[in-house]
């Protein structure tokens, strides 16, 4: 007789992930990249960078 144990992979997913802070930090510093690199991007997305940048600016890390 063989028992089986199921792991749930969402709570092991969540601990190893990084924080979704530094993800989206991530992901708009790629689209930024893109757009200086003359790749046309949605209006949205140009938006959303400038407004992380000028969070970035108001409160810039130590």
């Given amino acids: 007789m063989k028992i089986h144990h199921e ?6 997913r969540q601990a190893d992930y990084q ?5 989206l930090d991530a992901i708009m510093k790629g689209f930024d990249a893109l757009a200086r690199q003359g790749i046309q991007l949605p ?8 407004h992380c940048n ?9």
């Fill in 7 to 12: 792991v749930d992979p969402i709570p092991l």
């Fill in 19 to 23: 924080d979704i802070g530094e993800q």
């Fill in 43 to 50: 209006d949205e997305t140009l938006e959303w960078i400038r």
């Fill in 54 to 62: 000028e969070v970035k600016g108001r409160y810039k890390k130590e």
